[in-house]
């Protein structure tokens, strides 16, 4: 349970609006981070597991790219787990060293691959044919990297069909109960001796801990597997992916890392025998409820009877919540010009972004007190897969990214971790 509350990010609050990090005309849409939050969310998570096991937690850097942040949680003792080269170079930048960091993508180009396993990232194979391209770039080269293949344990969706990657035709991994892979894929660790990993990753948000926890035991249960077949000990590591979903209702962290671990001992208790590696890979459960976006109230207006505060975000920091609004509500808190908490008398009306599509909206009908032009919107939960992932509609530029910390008599002091974009004119081209 992550001492992150309303409490703490209204103290992070005023304090921007003091130190002049929100302001109405220079400054009206930031992203904010609390960074010591971060740090109690990843000693939560270490926690889960028991010291005597090897485990590597590797952030999924999609979840959160700002290069300050990763390297926030590479110094809280965090590996990287990246799905591209530009994420790679993002956490290169961040110093993790390759051997803390996965390489994860199901298109991976052989470039991508060569960089990989010349600097030790380990890489979990996607597919048979990924494994063939990876045959031939190690016939001419040797790598310290451990290598894996995805499976698909194919257990099912979860409640975001958009986010469920263990069906029986996701796009992700070798699936595991199709005829014959079974056997192909038992062939391919006997032919590659290099072949040490077995990773899983059953989906992202939406999923219950059961359904992640069967995919597990099912990677679990086939390395097993392949051990037995091989009659040695060849798989030496299995990476459990992430998936931890997040509530988005309150500021309760339900289910917690230690609620995970749980499910896991019951359904995979081959896991915890100390017999193989283990690699994790979350990134919503890390910073999810560790960041909130804040944005004015440019105008407010009534229409059809219903009222409607147009704000500074919308779909560009908030887009998932915009075009699938049922998948991924957010939280919206009404504050003063001041940042302190409005206590006005509760009424429904829309919350606008400021985009130019009708449907631009963070929240229809949400009942909270009457906002008027000049408040401020808090959009909690959203320091995952939101203001670090902008949407460029309408050329917004990307806001502001402040990390900030509080100190024992509750000082806050901030750190910029991106600064808002400018706007600059389109350059000239030649010759025109
Ligand atoms: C997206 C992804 C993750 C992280 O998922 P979260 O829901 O953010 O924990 C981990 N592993 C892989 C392979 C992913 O694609």
Not at 388 to 404: C, I, K, R
Request: overall charge negative; glycine content about 10%; aromatic content about 8%.
């Amino acid at each position: 349970m992550s001492a992150y509350g309303k409490d703490r990010r209204e103290r992070i609050l005023r304090a921007a609006v003091e130190q002049g990090l929100l302001e109405p005309e220079t400054a009206v849409l930031a992203g904010f981070i609390d960074l010591d939050g971060v740090n109690e969310t990843v000693t939560s998570l270490r926690s889960a597991f028991p010291d005597s096991l090897r485990v590597l937690h590797a952030f999924a850097a999609k979840a959160n790219c700002l290069v300050p942040v990763l390297q926030e949680l590479r110094l809280s003792g965090m590996g990287c787990e990246v799905a591209s080269a530009g994420e790679l170079a993002q956490a290169l930048d961040a110093g993790f060293e390759p051997a803390r960091m996965v390489f994860d993508s199901p298109a991976k180009t052989r470039a991508e691959l060569v960089q990989a396993l010349s600097l030790g990232v380990a890489v979990n194979a996607d597919s048979f044919q990924e494994l063939s391209r990876l045959d031939e770039i190690l016939a001419t080269r040797r790598s310290d990297s451990r290598i894996g293949v995805r499976i698909n344990p194919q257990v099912g969706a979860g409640s975001i069909t958009a986010m469920s990657t263990a069906t029986a035709t996701s796009k992700f991994g070798i699936p595991l109960e199709d005829e014959g892979n079974r056997q192909r894929l038992l062939q391919a660790y006997r032919d590659r001796p290099w072949l040490t990993w077995v990773h899983t990753h059953v989906g992202s948000q939406g999923c219950s801990l059961d359904l992640i926890a069967r995919g597990i035991a099912k990677a679990v249960a086939f390395a097993e597997e392949i051990n037995d077949y091989l009659g040695r000990g060849q798989v030496t590591g299995i990476d459990i992916g992430g998936g931890l979903p997040v509530n988005f209702g309150s500021d309760e962290t339900t289910p917690g890392f230690d609620t995970y671990a749980a499910h896991l001992r019951d359904h995979a208790p081959a896991l915890f025998s100390g017999e193989y590696e283990i690699v994790t890979e979350f990134g919503r459960s890390v910073l999810a409820k560790n960041g909130f976006t804040a944005a004015y109230v440019e105008y407010t207006k009534t229409v059809g009877g219903r009222p409607i505060a147009i704000t500074h975000a919308g779909a560009q920091v908030a887009t998932r919540t915009v075009f699938a609004p049922d998948a991924w509500p957010l939280r919206i808190e009404a504050h003063d010009p001041h940042g302190r908490t409005k206590h006005s008398p509760p009424v429904p009306q829309d919350i606008a972004g400021p985009c130019c599509f009708a449907g631009d909206l963070l929240a229809r009908n949400r009942t909270l007190p009457l906002l008027d032009a000049g408040d401020i919107v808090v959009v909690p939960d959203t320091g995952a897969y939101y203001f670090s992932t902008p949407f460029h509609y309408n050329s917004l530029p990307e806001p502001a990214v402040h990390g900030a910390r509080l100190d024992a008599d509750g000082r806050v002091t901030f750190q910029l971790l991106r600064p808002a974009q400018a706007v600059h004119p389109a350059p000239v081209l030649a010759g025109r």
